[in-house]
């Protein structure tokens, strides 16, 4: 548990980076927005010179100097339009760089904090959505705004009536932009989690597409989409809804406006207070005044969802602490203690393993027994820092495991899950937990120690093959044994398996049995969880998990004992307490 001054903190190193990172493109931005909006007055004075000069002058040359000077003018515009539009899309690109790693670290991440995989992947996707916001029309909007008040002071200079309609209108379009967001803000969440929730539907069924067909029920589970989709459809309708509506409502006014100028131009000219160029001048300017208004009127449902995806991103950045590593450790090789650890589901907090404590040294394997859903697989995740105790501590030699960095940590543990789940790469890559190296000797070694070896080399593509999504172009059985051979690589001191017998044969639990035997024999520490004893030959101690409490721990024989005949709860743990007094 971090501090809330720790979290202060982080929010503040990362206020800073984000300054740091992109404060100095932003001023330029603002520069160069200043010299676009002071070129595109460029129409407006052009208007006003050839009514009030040319015209009355009847001067050719005037004419075609005028409008020289217009044309480079308008080019230069165009230019740093250019200019502008690419810088963004740059922006945009270095904060995708710098910040899709972080985002994907976080989403994988969130899982074993109780998140859906559609909810996960949602932040992946929060870099998307603030990058093609950087490359659209919507950051020309925020830019173009602080200019408007040049705009409003050219029309009030050519005279002040026209500059209280044009400042009229532009306050009335900002009333209208603040109640779109007014409007949309509580949309704006609900429509993002039922995306999340359509997605997790959308996910859920393509996992299980074999069962959906077999059992015929792809039809119901398309249904149960289809609801999922229309909440979501709804919601984006009524979003849209919104800012179509208000954006059809400023477009109107801006129109509205642009004539009004125009009127109002006229009646003062006629009344001998305007030029007639003045006229044309006062309603471009004023058009343009209202542009960025309009503009981001019509982005506001971009605006919305790239700021809500910046300040989740922000919170990913605090979410990964200050990024300063642990200082290493030396590599583990002596125990392992287990002190009186509580563990807790993580979404829900309910409490599923209390109490538990044990001791193992280098060169012991320990069985871990009972009935389902009595624990052992939340014992597992806790002991490998999948999910941090509530109450008590995992220590390797003595630190525990939030000593160590996590990539550093995974050195020392062999993990083979009950769901083995590889991914989807080629069989080296997969014993190899992805090494950026192929490590060939390592490879074979580990291959070897799981009795893999002959098998994979009996594949065309050998260690090359690819397994597919979720290793699906592999048996259950081949699946578990190249699990078997990914927890073993690298020799680590700690190897724990989690029902790595429920898909094997003779030959692979004999496989078994050396592996942890060659665990032993190199002082590390096997931990097998197992329903069938053929697993636990090559142990020597055994814990009893039922009811999320340890009710027996102690070596093989005694333990075995105890239980023959069934799991006699209260029996044991009477037998625990004396154990542990
Ligand atoms: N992610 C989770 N969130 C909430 N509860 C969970 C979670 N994972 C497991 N549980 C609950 O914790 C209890 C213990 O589950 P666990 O997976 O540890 O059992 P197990 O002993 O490994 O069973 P099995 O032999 O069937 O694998 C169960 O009641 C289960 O419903
Ligand atoms: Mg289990």
Do not use: C
């Amino acid at each position: 548990m971090r501090s809330s001054n720790a979290k202060a903190t982080s929010e503040r190193r990362v206020a800073d980076m984000l300054k740091r990172e992109f404060q100095g493109i932003g001023l330029y931005l603002f520069g160069i927005s200043g010299i676009i909006n002071i070129l595109a007055l460029t129409g407006a004075f052009y208007m006003l010179q050839i009514y009030d000069r040319a015209l009355a002058s009847g001067s050719i040359p005037t004419l075609v100097a005028l409008s020289v000077l217009a044309i480079g003018l308008y080019l230069f515009q165009g230019l740093f339009d250019v200019v502008r539009s690419q810088v963004l899309v740059r922006v945009g690109a270095r904060l995708d760089r710098k910040f899709a790693p972080i985002a994907h670290k976080v989403a994988i991440d969130m899982p074993r904090f109780g998140f859906s995989t559609a909810e996960s992947l949602e932040r992946g996707r929060d870099v998307d959505t603030v990058r093609s916001f950087l490359g659209s029309q919507g950051p020309m909007a925020i830019f173009d705004l602080p200019w408007v008040p040049v705009y409003l002071l050219f029309v009030y200079l050519l005279h002040p009536a026209l500059g209280a309609l044009t400042l009229g209108g532009a306050v009335v379009l900002t009333l209208l932009t603040v109640l779109n967001e007014l409007m949309s803000r509580r949309l704006a969440g609900a429509t993002q989690q039922a995306a999340i929730a359509r997605n997790a539907v959308a996910d859920s069924n393509t996992r299980n597409a074999d069962i959906l067909k077999a059992m015929g029920f792809a039809g119901r589970a398309v249904a149960r989409y289809d609801v999922a989709n229309r909440e979501h459809l709804n919601l984006q309708t009524q979003t849209t809804d919104i800012s179509g509506t208000l954006g059809a409502f400023s477009r109107v006014l801006r129109m509205l406006l642009q004539s009004a100028v125009l009127g109002l131009g006229a009646y003062l000219t006629i009344m001998g207070q305007l030029s007639p160029g003045a006229i044309i001048a006062a309603s471009v300017a004023a058009t343009r005044a209202l542009a960025p208004i309009d503009l981001a009127i019509g982005n506001w449902k971009n605006v919305i969802s790239a700021r809500n995806s910046m300040r989740r991103l922000r919170d990913t950045l605090v979410a990964m602490g200050d990024g300063q590593p642990p200082m290493p450790l030396p590599a583990p090789s002596s125990r392992l203690t287990v002190d009186r650890i509580t563990v807790a589901a993580p979404a829900s907090g309910r409490v599923l393993l209390s109490e538990v404590a044990f001791e193992l040294r280098g060169g012991q394997a320990l069985g871990i027994i009972g009935p389902s859903a009595g624990g052992k697989t939340t014992l597992v995740k806790a002991l490998t820092g999948i999910w941090e105790p509530i109450r008590g501590s995992v220590r390797l030699d003595g630190a525990e495991l939030a000593q160590w960095s996590p990539d550093e940590l995974g050195d020392h543990i062999g993990y083979l899950p009950q769901d083995v789940g590889l991914l989807d790469a080629t069989i080296w890559e997969n014993i190899s937990r992805l090494a950026p190296q192929r490590d060939s000797a390592k490879v074979v070694a580990a291959a070897k120690a799981a009795g893999v070896h002959d098998m994979i080399v009996q594949f065309e593509d050998g260690y090359d093959t690819q397994v597919g999504p979720q290793g699906s172009a592999l048996s259950a059985g081949q699946r578990q044994r190249i699990g078997l051979a990914r927890a073993l690589y690298g020799n680590p001191f700690l190897v724990i398996m989690d029902e790595p017998n429920s898909n094997l044969d003779a030959d692979g639990e004999t496989a078994l049995t050396r592996a942890i035997n060659d665990i032993r024999a190199r002082d590390g520490i096997a931990i097998i969880v197992a329903h069938r004893p053929s697993a636990l030959v090559a142990v020597d101690q055994v814990a009893v998990i039922q009811n999320g409490r340890m009710t027996s721990f102690g070596p093989k024989d005694e333990v075995l004992a105890a239980t023959r005949g069934g799991l006699r709860p209260v029996r044991v743990a009477t037998e625990t307490q004396e154990l542990s007094a």
